[in-house]
């Protein structure tokens, strides 16, 4: 690749290997095999996902010229973007725009939620993966209780982006999650800001995205939007990345 991730022009050899080993899983789109996700189900089933997410945006689109609004739920103007707008299935199957769920549908038993995202110019049916979502909190959930017990300390590893770090699992005294990227089938690193706030990181994946289109972002372009628009899934439990300096970067929320 002509540029390289943040991480691999600052952190230290043994990260570096283990940055440059998930670039190669990422490039070779090696499938993993695990238990977080049900059969036909998992990230790289990209079939089933469209399927499913073209049958739901027909429907969806049905309710809108019919009703003039669209079928999802309130949400709290602090919900992340890429978690807002989860699909109201009950009030479409009450209405009769579906007849049953999609197997992927967390209401289902599926390990996806639907979610709509350009609510006010395109809206778009996407996909966000549970278990990323359900296990970036429960790390969440663990830094925070060490940062009480430690007067605002984190545990936290290298540097991989100015203001963000690997989250130190040895200080956590738990393992690290094996949580896969839905766009490249790799294991998915998580960091966390000053702040406390824990993200899965998508650099690699941006990277590679921005590498095969060949086109060089805005500075103020949400590098995330490439991710969503070229797939099913949304980015989920992800920081906002810009262009900086030739290559992905995570940038700290206000």
Excluded: H
Aim: charged share 25%.
């Amino acid at each position: 690749m002509k540029k390289l991730l943040w991480t691999l022009r600052t952190t230290k050899t043994g990260r570096l290997i283990r940055t440059a080993a998930l670039a190669l899983c990422a490039l070779a789109l090696v499938p993993l095999s695990g238990c977080l996700y049900p059969d036909d189900q998992t990230p790289g089933n990209r079939a089933s996902a469209r399927e499913a997410v073209q049958t739901v945006q027909d429907a969806v689109d049905r309710y809108q010229q019919a009703t003039g609004v669209l079928p999802m739920m309130n949400a709290d103007e602090s919900t992340p973007r890429y978690e807002k707008f989860k699909l109201d299935f009950a009030k479409m199957k009450r209405m009769g725009y579906v007849s049953t769920l999609p197997k992927l549908a967390f209401e289902n038993g599926g390990s996806n939620q639907f979610l709509i995202v350009d609510e006010e110019t395109k809206p778009t049916v996407k996909l966000l993966d549970i278990p990323i979502y359900q296990g970036v909190g429960e790390v969440q959930a663990k830094v925070t209780a060490y940062a009480q017990k430690n007067g605002g300390a984190l545990p936290a590893d290298e540097e991989v982006y100015p203001g963000f770090k690997y989250v130190d699992f040895k200080k956590l005294a738990m393992r690290e999650p094996k949580l896969r990227s839905m766009y490249s089938g790799r294991a998915l690193s998580l960091i966390v800001d000053d702040k406390g706030r824990v993200y899965a990181d998508y650099g690699i994946d941006l990277t590679q995205a921005i590498e095969k289109s060949g086109a060089t972002p805005g500075a103020d372009e949400d590098l995330r939007e490439r991710l969503a628009d070229e797939s099913y899934y949304v980015p989920v439990k992800s920081p906002v990345y810009r262009w900086v300096d030739g290559s992905v970067r995570a940038v700290a929320e206000s």
